[in-house]
């Protein structure tokens, strides 16, 4: 596998955001980013205008960031590429080759929320690498806390990285990417299980924590500190917190990322669908999340 960082761009506005935050997890990993345009039309010049001008105006578009992202970043090394072919099963193959793929979401406007198009989703679900999905309008500053005045800024300490773990199966892949994130940030973790109780007791409200639940709460503790107790010997100077929650897991986690410099979770493959709590929660959480595809 070549190492890199792949950016799909499709033209619009929060393509362009995606390719910048790109860039940023390129410099941090200190690996090169290609740029990549997947158009279902010819790629070679057809004589037909119609069809020569698009291909001409993503070419355009692909230049002109590319060029925009190496003034930002004079030292990552940027490459620019455009394919022919369906989107989904292109973008997919792309990121086989790849450290990670990022691709742009569209906000609601007025809401901290994404408008996670079929692309987006159907990537997310397939590729064998893991997928970033960025909000429109994400800032470098957005991912680090606010200075002692309350304004936003990109030098101080990056917010914390949340990752959402499914302790019956927790995935090796899924924690080496969330305590890699931590650690390039200098961030916390923060890992987050939500529980629930057994389906016999369904009928409880999963908002307040019944009162004769203590010793499931403490084994699933007990639990939770054992998956993590290796990473955190492999990962000693990343700061790690890990804290159950009562309640239903797209809730927790949704609650949970606000304030997070990214959230991860999981998709278990080899099914290229997504669960029901990630499904959920790429489409409301409010900062960058990254599904990683998990034995």
């Given at each position: 596998m070549?190492?890199?960082?792949?950016?799909?761009?499709?033209?619009?506005?929060?393509?362009?955001?995606?390719?910048?935050?790109?860039?940023?997890?390129?410099?941090?990993?200190?690996?090169?980013l290609?740029?990549?345009?997947?158009?279902?039309?010819?790629?070679?010049?057809?004589?037909?205008?119609?069809?020569?001008?698009a291909?001409?105006?993503?070419?355009?578009?692909?230049?002109?960031?590319?060029?925009?992202?190496?003034?930002?970043?004079?030292?990552?090394?940027?490459?620019?590429?455009?394919?022919?072919?369906?989107?989904?099963?292109?973008?997919?193959?792309?990121?086989?080759?790849?450290?990670?793929?990022v691709?742009?979401?569209?906000?609601?406007?007025?809401?901290?929320?994404?408008?996670?198009?079929?692309?987006?989703?159907?990537?997310?679900?397939?590729?064998?690498?893991?997928?970033?999905?960025?909000?429109?309008?994400?800032?470098?500053?957005?991912?680090?806390?606010?200075?002692?005045?309350?304004?936003?800024?990109?030098?101080?300490?990056?917010?914390?990285?949340?990752?959402?773990?499914?302790?019956?199966?927790?995935?090796e892949?899924?924690?080496?990417?969330?305590?890699?994130?931590?650690?390039?940030?200098?961030?916390?973790?923060?890992?987050?299980?939500?529980?629930?109780?057994?389906?016999?007791?369904?009928?409880?409200?999963?908002?307040?924590?019944?009162?004769?639940?203590?010793?499931?709460?403490?084994?699933?503790?007990?639990?939770?500190?054992?998956?993590?107790?290796?990473?955190?010997?492999?990962?000693?100077?990343?700061?790690?917190?890990?804290?159950?929650?009562?309640?239903?897991?797209?809730?927790?986690?949704?609650?949970?990322?606000?304030?997070?410099?990214?959230?991860?979770?999981?998709?278990?493959?080899?099914?290229?669908?997504?669960?029901?709590?990630?499904?959920?929660?790429?489409?409301?959480?409010?900062?960058?999340?990254v599904?990683?595809?998990?034995?």
């Amino acid at each position: 596998m070549n190492r890199v960082v792949i950016a799909g761009l499709d033209g619009s506005r929060e393509s362009l955001d995606a390719a910048d935050w790109a860039a940023r997890e390129a410099i941090r990993r200190g690996l090169p980013l290609r740029l990549l345009h997947v158009t279902d039309g010819p790629h070679p010049p057809t004589g037909l205008p119609e069809l020569d001008v698009a291909a001409a105006r993503f070419d355009g578009v692909l230049n002109i960031a590319a060029i925009g992202l190496s003034y930002a970043h004079p030292t990552l090394e940027i490459h620019a590429r455009q394919l022919p072919g369906a989107p989904v099963p292109t973008l997919v193959e792309a990121a086989a080759e790849a450290e990670l793929l990022v691709l742009g979401s569209r906000g609601y406007s007025g809401f901290a929320a994404f408008m996670v198009g079929s692309v987006a989703l159907g990537v997310a679900a397939r590729a064998p690498r893991p997928v970033v999905l960025v909000r429109a309008g994400e800032l470098p500053e957005d991912a680090h806390e606010p200075d002692p005045d309350g304004a936003l800024t990109h030098t101080t300490p990056y917010r914390p990285v949340v990752l959402g773990l499914d302790l019956t199966r927790p995935g090796e892949e899924l924690l080496a990417y969330a305590f890699d994130a931590a650690a390039s940030r200098g961030a916390p973790l923060e890992v987050v299980h939500a529980w629930t109780l057994p389906p016999l007791s369904a009928y409880i409200p999963a908002v307040t924590v019944p009162a004769d639940s203590t010793d499931l709460e403490q084994g699933t503790l007990r639990t939770l500190t054992s998956v993590l107790r290796p990473w955190r010997r492999k990962f000693p100077d990343t700061p790690v917190s890990e804290r159950l929650v009562y309640g239903h897991c797209g809730h927790v986690l949704l609650k949970a990322s606000l304030g997070a410099s990214l959230l991860v979770v999981g998709r278990r493959g080899p099914v290229a669908r997504l669960g029901r709590v990630t499904h959920s929660v790429i489409h409301h959480v409010s900062c960058p999340v990254v599904v990683v595809p998990h034995d």
